[in-house]
């Protein structure tokens, strides 16, 4: 799926219809751009790929929890999927739905889950035995009833990144269903506890709908064996992890993750609960920074940003690829994000040229222009980088470059390691920008801090 509000036209990109440039002059770098409008047609892709079963989509806060984000997505229709009582927290502070929160996460506290069911969220995902016999205590302690689901590991294979795969048997994730199947037998000895159904999450991102099919054929043969007057099974969650278009890999639309999961949901009579992030917010929001310097120790060639991983680090987390490219610039980026038609040569181009990067005929300047270089940041760590061996136009001191896709996992894994002020966060509607997260100062950095 190519960016659909982010465009360049008039010698530069536009989200929707500011200029990059404007916004990076009026707010400052590093600055996170999000469309609003990429966030609600997201949005509604999923409602409407998913209408063919009873569904919530519940949007993955860790994702991108911003405030506003929340509230435009609550505004559209969406629930909730968190995963601490700090998401607990926003999501409520931005007006979401209780009844359309579900609480996932290996280790919630007694405090969390004291606080999920003071809010009486839809229910809580129970990850382990222990888990759930601690949440029948703190239930009980309260003189409530918890609504939970059971997260079942059902071992299959996303094929994804080591760091983000979730759903096979060596991952700390879910209950195995041997040992789910024990816990249903024995829910009626928990007062305390009421069984709304099962959820599974296989991990992130999974460019492909075999695993969700696998998962879902396990998932639903759990259901029809278990169901019982006290386990009701009436809910089946199967997660997010839906992919999102980086580079040039091969991504399912939401219509083709539905047409191996709804058909399984309608045969169970569950209602459908899916827990979307990355494929909301990846491609809702660009990262623009600026060159601060550009180097070359003749072996390589940097252009060095003042963004850094404090800033994105799913490059140094992941490997991940983030397409980067200058944000003036006259022409359409080689990218499949912007559907160009050079973007197919420009990648086999770099495929060619990976790990050769430091043969000095591949850093001239080709015919297009285009330079070899690695794409760096400020920070101390070797693995502070957005690109490694890409060719971009030659960069200079001042320019501004944007980093595509970093809406999902950006903000939201960022830090102050090394003592930097995390960008501020600014919606785009038409023409309008408004900040939605100011720019972090020195004084945030030491607040809460004694020894002044
Ligand atoms: C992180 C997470 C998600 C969202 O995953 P995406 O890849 O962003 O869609 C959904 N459900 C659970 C339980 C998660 O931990």
């Known amino acids: 799926m ?10 530069g990109l536009r989200i929707e219809n500011a200029a990059a440039a404007d916004l990076a002059r009026r707010f400052g770098t590093p ?6 409008q990429s966030l609600r047609d997201a949005f509604s892709r999923v409602k409407g790929a998913f209408s063919e079963a009873s569904t919530t989509v519940c949007y993955s806060v860790k994702s991108c929890g911003n405030l506003s984000i929340l509230k435009l997505l609550r505004e559209a229709g969406a629930g909730f999927d ?42 809580l995902n129970v990850e382990s035995e222990a888990e759930l016999d601690n949440i029948q205590a703190v239930a009980a302690s309260m003189g409530r009833v918890a609504p939970v689901a059971l997260r079942l590991n059902p071992d299959v294979d996303g094929k994804t990144h080591a760091k983000t795969t979730t759903g096979k048997k060596e991952n700390k ?58 386990a009701v099974l009436e809910y089946l969650n199967i997660g997010g992890g839906y992919g999102s278009l980086y580079r040039n890999e091969r991504v399912p639309d939401f219509a083709d ?3 191996v999961i709804v058909p399984h949901v309608k045969a169970t009579g569950c209602k459908l609960i899916v827990e979307p992030g990355r494929s909301i917010a990846a491609n809702s929001a660009a990262l623009l920074t600026r ?36 944000a003036e610039y006259d022409g359409i980026p080689p990218s499949p994000l912007f559907d160009s038609p050079g973007a197919t040569g420009y990648f086999q181009r770099e495929e ?22 690695d794409v ?54 038409g023409d309008d920008a408004r900040v939605i997260r100011e720019r972090e100062r020195y004084e945030d950095l030491v607040a809460g801090e004694s020894g002044s």
């Open 82 to 123: 968190i995963v601490s009582g700090g998401e607990l927290y926003r999501v409520i502070k931005a007006g979401g739905d209780p009844r359309k929160i579900v609480f996932a996460g290996v280790a919630k506290s007694d405090d969390e889950i004291a606080k999920a069911l003071e809010h009486d969220i839809l229910m």
């Open 173 to 230: 994730f879910g209950i195995d269903l041997a040992n789910a199947s024990r816990l249903v037998r024995n829910i009626a000895e928990q007062p305390n506890i009421r069984l709304l159904g099962v959820d599974a999450h296989i991990g992130s991102p999974i460019n492909d709908v075999v695993p969700y099919r696998q998962a879902m054929e396990r998932i639903a043969a759990f259901i029809r064996d278990h169901r019982s007057p006290r």
């Open 2 to 11: 190519k960016l659909t509000h982010f465009n360049y036209r008039d010698g």
């Open 257 to 259: 993750y539905a047409a």
């Open 31 to 36: 600055l996170y751009v999000y469309s609003r």
């Open 376 to 429: 760096v940041g400020p920070i101390c760590e070797s693995s502070d980088y957005f690109a490694k061996g890409r060719r971009i136009p030659v960069p200079e001191r001042g320019n501004l470059m944007a980093v595509f896709s970093a809406g999902a996992y950006g903000f939201s894994m960022s830090s102050n390691y090394n003592a930097r002020p995390r960008p501020a966060e600014v919606l785009v509607e």
């Open 291 to 326: 060159v601060l310097y550009v180097k070359d120790n003749g072996f390589k060639h940097f252009t060095i940003v003042d963004a850094g991983m404090n800033d994105l680090i799913r490059p140094a987390m992941y490997d991940s690829y983030h397409f980067c490219w200058p």
């Open 352 to 373: 060619e040229e990976a790990g050769i990067v430091g043969n000095q005929a591949l850093r001239n300047i080709d015919a297009e222009g285009l330079i070899l270089t």
